[in-house]
């Protein structure tokens, strides 16, 4: 895999030999005064030739810079709390570590990235923390649709996961008389979201594990930003007056709020 970053490239440097300098030669006229015969009779001593000047040493080939060996990449994980997602209003938290080589990188800054639903605008910075002595981190924003989120370090990744964010909600009942209940379920949006889908009410005996589908609803828009969902319930006599409620509001396909993949039961609902 090619590196990350570019790397040096070597640096060629060609050797000099040493620079000779070559003497030139200069003849000497000598006046000389009369002498005796006998000397003039001798002939001069032709001047010695320089010594011829030694060859230059070969340029030696340059040493090739050898390229830094890469840093191995970091491994970074990371995990939605809850994974199951939070209600409009609350803080979605992702947790994770950073490592290389199995090794725990304490002190690394962090990002946590996040698109938006519908996912068109790409990642864009959300929060920033810094890893703990055991390469540990905790990163938090409140959210108001569904995001892809993923965490970035200077050397690596996480995988990309999807955050999922809510309606945020409140149920209540009321006894109209005896043996009659009004249920009313209210939600809470952001003010441009719509929602479509109808409300779900299941009541169960107080003994009971299980609810039974009493009431589909639709969800009426009360203003921008609130929902209203209202049924009727009537108690059976067999359950001496105590009894479990519960809801379920299925995903309203383009309001980027809840899990696509949640469908609410068809009769009965599993009470924990």
């Known amino acids: 895999m090619a590196p990350r970053f570019p790397l040096p490239e070597a640096i060629h440097v060609m ?14 006229m000598l006046a000389r005064l009369a002498a005796p015969a006998s000397a003039a009779a001798q002939s001069p001593q032709p001047a010695q030739p320089p010594a011829p000047a030694p060859s230059p040493a070969p ?54 990235e996040a698109s938006r639903y519908p996912y068109r605008a790409g990642f864009q910075p959300l929060a920033t923390a810094v890893t703990g002595p055991d390469g540990a981190y905790a990163l938090q924003r409140e959210l108001d649709r569904n995001h892809r989120v993923r965490v970035r370090h200077a050397a690596g990744v996480s995988a990309t996961l999807t955050a999922f964010v809510f309606p945020s909600f409140t149920l209540e009942f009321a006894e109209l008389r005896a043996g009659l209940i009004r249920i009313v379920q209210t939600y809470r949006v952001p003010r441009d979201v719509r929602l479509k889908a109808p409300t779900r009410f299941y009541v169960g005996a107080q003994t009971h594990r299980r609810a039974r589908l009493r009431a589909t609803v639709p969800t009426r828009r009360m203003r921008a930003g609130r929902y209203r969902a209202t049924a009727r319930v009537r108690i059976p006599a067999s359950y001496d007056g105590r009894f479990r409620y519960v809801s379920c509001f299925p995903y309203t396909r383009g309001s980027g709020m809840g899990d696509p993949r949640r469908r609410c039961p068809p009769r009965l609902y599993r009470l924990d």
Request: aromatic share 2%.
């Open 15 to 28: 050797a000099r030999g040493p620079v000779i300098l070559r003497p030139v030669a200069v003849a000497l």
């Open 59 to 112: 340029a030696q080939p340059p040493t090739p810079t050898q390229p830094p060996t890469p840093a191995p990449p970091a491994e970074v994980t990371a995990r939605i709390e809850p994974a199951d997602g939070v209600r409009y209003g609350t803080a979605t938290t992702v947790r994770g570590a950073v490592t290389q080589t199995g090794v725990p990188l304490a002190g690394q800054p962090v990002v946590l």
